[in-house]
Each structure stands twice: as structure tokens, then as C-alpha cells.
């Protein structure tokens, strides 16, 4: 699960799955030491997180700014118990939106003054596929083909007193018709722009982490296509 919290990126997976030690600074063991603030430094994982560690440590991202903490990767023994805690704890909202291609371009909006790709709620009855199309293009008066799955993000926020927890399906899109692309103003839409890749990559220093990681995964998989395409003609 690719959750974010107050824009920190948590990654929650099943212990039986080994991440690369390499890849942390702090690696924490939840059986055997308290997990305390000071402790959350730059990339950490912290091993066999229960109920309780995971509540703590979503109270405190919430509600606190940790300015060194970069990424927190749990490990749960339980993980079908840990999906139960959450539909618990939050409320759950789906929603679904994407990336748009065009040639060598992509296409980004510019709301509550940062960065940010179309998205939006499911509707009554709606799945994510239909969601993401519809979203996009409403927001930003185009027409698209849809393509394949990217990702799927979570992010939390409260709202009336209520704790959220955001579940957002991510597709890759071509362009069929821009020629009446412009925002969605009453969704607080200031600009839609067709950008480069290095423009991307400039824009996403005033964007949301989530964001980041939707274009890495897109750009992962986009490359993975291109070797395969590659190989088979060999």
C-alpha cells in the first residue's frame, strides 16, 4: 500500500516481503523499542508494526511536522488485520484519475497553487477505469483514450472531524482532442498545460510527493514497454 501522510510517503507491505536494507538510513524493530519522533530521521523501516505502532505513528504524521523524517516503509505480520484496522479508523473514499500523453508531452493542472494531475470521486455505481476518464476530460475539456493501469495511491486528511483515507486508481492516457482544453474553473483549476518531460521534472518541485510517485511509476512501466518492445525485435 502507497500511502501518504501530511505529503510523507508510507509504504505498508506484508512481512513476508523483504525490502533492500540499503535503501534505509534507521531500520526499527516495533517488538523490542518504542517508536518515538526522534527516531523518525530521514528513511526509515520499521519492522513487525502492530495496531497500536501503526495508530501512534499515523496520529503523529498527522498532526506533527517532522522536517527530517524523508520516507517510512512497515513491515506488518498481519496484513489482512492491518487493511481491517484502517477501514476502521478512516473512512474510505475512492477516486480515480491519470496521466495524458501527447507525443512527447504531458499534461499537468495548476490548483490550490501547486502542480497536480486530473483526478477526481467516483461517482454512484462508478468504476475507477470509467472514473478516470470521465475526470479527466471534464476538468480539462479534452477527449482521451484510455490506457493501462499505472498505480493506486492513498492519502489521509480530516474533513468535518472525520479521518479520511483517499484511495486513488492512476491510468495512463493518449490525447484524441485538446482543441477545447481549458480548466475546470469551479474545481479550482487555474491552468492546464501541456509540458515536456524536463518540464515535468521542474514542476513536481511544487507539487505533492503522491504526484511524484504516480509520474515514477509511469515513467518505470513506460520504460519497461520500450526494452520489451526493444528485445522482441532482436
Not at 490506457?147 to 489521509?156: F, L, R, S, V, Y
Not at 511544487?206 to 512501466?221: L, P, Q
Request: proline share 3%.
Amino acid at each position: 500500500m502507497n500511502l501518504f501522510i501530511n505529503d510523507i510517503p508510507v509504504t505498508i507491505v506484508n512481512a513476508t516481503e523483504r525490502p533492500d536494507k540499503r535503501e534505509f538510513n534507521y531500520i526499527l524493530n516495533a517488538e523490542t523499542e518504542p517508536i518515538t519522533q526522534a527516531k523518525l530521521l530521514h528513511r526509515v523501516w520499521i519492522k513487525h508494526a502492530k495496531r497500536e505502532e501503526i495508530d501512534h505513528i499515523f496520529d503523529l504524521l498527522d498532526t506533527t511536522i517532522i522536517p527530517g523524517l524523508i520516507s517510512l516503509t512497515l513491515t506488518v505480520d498481519d496484513y489482512e488485520d492491518m487493511r481491517k484496522f484502517l477501514k476502521k479508523k478512516f473512512k474510505i473514499i475512492k477516486a480515480a484519475g491519470g496521466i495524458v500523453r501527447k507525443g512527447d508531452k504531458l499534461l499537468m493542472i495548476y490548483r490550490l497553487k501547486k502542480w497536480d494531475l486530473p483526478k477526481g470521486k467516483l461517482d454512484k455505481g462508478e468504476d475507477e477505469y470509467t472514473a478516470a476518464e470521465r475526470e479527466v476530460e471534464e476538468e480539462c475539456h479534452v477527449k482521451v483514450n484510455m490506457g493501462e493501469k499505472i498505480c493506486t495511491t492513498w492519502h489521509t486528511y480530516t474533513m468535518k472531524r472525520k479521518k479520511i483515507l483517499k484511495k486513488t486508481v492512476w491510468y495512463a492516457m493518449d490525447i484524441v482532442k485538446d482543441s477545447k482544453m481549458k480548466p475546470q474553473i469551479e474545481e479550482d483549476i487555474e491552468e492546464v498545460r501541456w509540458m515536456t518531460r524536463k518540464e515535468v521534472f521542474h514542476a513536481l518541485q511544487d507539487s505533492y510527493k503522491s504526484i511524484a510517485f504516480v509520474f515514477d511509476r509511469f515513467f518505470k512501466k513506460e520504460k519497461l514497454q520500450i526494452e520489451k518492445e526493444q528485445n522482441s525485435t532482436d
